[in-house]
């Protein structure tokens, strides 16, 4: 289980670190810290030093900070994420990072550098307001297509699966399956597929009211993902609308047609 955790909270950074919006904001965020100048680097440091410390300091931290919450969240997997957790793994967080940066300043700065437990308190606040915000906004964003019209012809807020929370925001569409990989469930959407650490039994309870049924111990399907049913010898397969079969156990093959489906 250790090792599915160490897999999981590396696939999450690799998929952090293909984003162009991610470098965008360290690269803004340690330009406007270097014009700054905060914490006294600003009379200790000339501009392009200056530029260059806040410019580290903000790509380290970042893979710190971001390596301890997801990692945190590996190791607590089955609870629904949110903005109050994050927050919370964000305080934990502060500790690797803060010494992370105080190591940095004790080489750079050795005399006169802020103390640890100062900065260690600003570390804790910074990184568990930013966990809990990017998290809220995250949950937020995630509304996927297709809600339900109200009377005055506008979209009322549908009743999102809870297992759409645990996915990149850009991923977090209309469920279509769900497979079974190692330690992982493959969630996959109309938007794309990401893996998530988790029961295969808890990524279904948390599918919600998408309507979709079990065929096999390694997979879950939506109905409106299913194009037709074919027969492989004695072998029942469901053929999905992007092209993918999947085998329905004997055990479930009743279930199947009873669903009008084989």
């Known amino acids: ?8 909270t590396m696939r999450e950074l690799q998929a952090a670190l293909r984003s162009p919006l991610t470098w965008s904001a360290l690269a803004a965020g340690g330009f406007v810290l270097g014009l700054a100048g905060p914490f006294g680097t600003y009379e200790a440091l000339p501009l ?23 990692l945190l ?13 994050d927050g919370a793994f964000g305080i934990l967080a502060g500790l690797p990072v803060a010494t ?8 750079i700065f050795p005399i006169g550098g802020m103390g640890f437990l100062t900065l260690l308190g600003y570390v804790a606040v910074v990184t568990a307001v930013s966990s809990a915000v990017v998290t809220g906004f995250a949950l937020r964003l995630a509304v996927p297509d297709g809600a339900a019209a109200t ?15 645990r996915l990149p ?30 029961r295969m039994s808890d990524a279904i309870a948390e599918t919600g009211g998408t309507d979709g049924l079990q065929i096999h111990r390694s ?11 074919v027969r492989q010898g004695d072998r029942l397969m469901l053929r ?5 079969e999947l085998p329905v156990s004997r055990s479930r093959q009743r279930a199947v047609r009873e669903a009008g489906i084989g």
């Open 219 to 229: 997979h879950w399907v939506a109905r409106e993902a299913i194009r037709d049913s």
């Open 169 to 198: 925001v850009d991923l977090r569409g209309r469920l279509h399956r769900l497979s079974m990989q190692d330690h992982y469930v493959e969630v996959v959407t109309d938007r794309g597929a990401h893996l998530v650490l988790m």
């Open 1 to 8: 289980m250790k090792d599915g955790i160490v897999q999981f």
């Open 73 to 85: 969240n590996g190791l607590f997997g089955r609870t629904r994420r949110s903005a109050l957790r």
């Open 48 to 70: 392009p030093a200056r530029l260059a410390y806040w410019l580290v300091i903000a790509v380290t931290t970042y893979l710190t900070g971001f390596l301890a919450v997801t």
């Open 240 to 244: 999905l609308t992007d092209g993918t």
């Open 151 to 165: 009377p005055s012809g506008r979209k009322a807020a549908p009743e999102r699966p809870p297992l759409l929370d």
């Open 100 to 107: 992370l940066v105080w190591l940095a300043n004790q080489w």
